[in-house]
């Protein structure tokens, strides 16, 4: 194992949690061609303290130097690499309904370094037709599409009741990782990631800070 | 201030964002008529340890008893009070594009406790239209409809160069919360809570998880 493997296993999935946002931070420095900041400005610009971004920061290494403070470019370039948003991923969604046009439709892939490939579905209605520069294909050539393509990450936006199968699916196809939206639980071989968003946890807190009279710090 | 606020104020920020996940998986064992669950079986259930739930669910009074475990209701019922979902929320979608239409169609709200009443949007398009059993109605009638309408909470689905303003316009018309996926920073007075939503954060952690093998324990 190298040093660098090493280095990244040390970080906490809370630290990791976190890093997304400082990578939409450094992005949005970096496109105002800022070349440094001071943790104290990062932190009044992203509303958290200026120890808890130094404790995030140093799990991987020095960047900040006292009297300086970060380098945008080095920072955001290693953010990236930890992330893997430098591994030039592809993704495809399954189910192109509303949520799976919205997610085409969005920047949110091309923003991440994520490829958007395609779309596939099993509405003939919707089969064949573009979405934005993306095909909409059908579900029945879902495995020759992921033989002939290199698919790594599988967005799923099926109707609960299919699921399980369609992850199934996806997962012998090779698929690396699975976006899931469909508020099922997944159980997947060992060497597919899943990450699950419910988006209702966020309405529930927001309902909690309604109540409490409470600021959201993200 | 009464007891019940004190206690409330305790909870920290970091437990208060894990309880929609404990509703979720409560109001599940609650629909299959489960009495009671130990904080082990809990544990298994929702892949963190039994240490970490007994001490999320301290912060709020002793729900779990020695040997018999955590009452269900009791503790679905005190998760749903703290977090709001009794407060009889209502909700407004502005913005009726594709992810204005997923969330309108998903039973996102219903299962949170909050109503949600209509949509809003500048198409002629789709003002006017049904969304389910939801009427579509113009921008123009925002104002009236709030006035006339308790409105508590509007969710943000308008392009990114109109959320500014129409953030703004929501807050005038005294809307106690604003979901918002634009992915803008929204400034708006003290009196108003703010959810944002960056779907591509998730994204990126399984970028993440991808490149490290590392399974989500969401």
């Avoid at 130097?65 to 399954?94: D, P, R």
Wanted: hydrophobic residues 40%.
């Amino acid at each position: 194992m190298q040093q660098e493997d090493i280095k990244q296993l040390k970080i906490s999935s809370a630290v990791i949690n976190r890093l997304p946002r400082y990578y939409r931070y450094l992005k949005q420095l970096l496109s105002e061609n800022r070349l440094r900041i001071s943790s104290l400005e990062l932190s009044k610009l992203m509303k958290v303290t200026a120890s808890q971004i130094r404790q995030d920061l140093n799990c991987f290494g020095g960047f900040g130097q006292q009297g300086y403070g970060y380098n945008v470019k080095l920072l955001f370039g290693k953010i990236s690499e930890i992330l893997g948003a430098k591994e030039g991923y592809t993704a495809i969604i399954v189910g192109a309904g509303h949520l799976g046009h919205a997610l085409a439709a969005a920047s949110t892939f091309n923003n991440r370094g994520v490829e958007l490939k395609a779309l596939f579905d099993i509405d003939p209605r919707v089969i064949g037709t573009a979405c934005g520069e993306l095909m909409t294909y059908s579900m029945d050539s879902l495995e020759d599409y992921c033989n002939e393509n290199r698919v790594d990450i599988a967005v799923l936006t099926v109707p609960k009741n299919c699921a399980v199968a369609v992850a199934r699916r996806l997962a012998e196809t090779g698929v690396r990782g699975v976006w899931n939206f469909t508020g099922v639980e997944l159980e997947l071989p060992a060497g597919v990631s899943v990450q699950n968003v419910h988006l209702g946890d966020k309405l529930m807190t927001l309902c909690y800070d309604i109540k409490n009279n409470q600021q959201d710090e993200d």
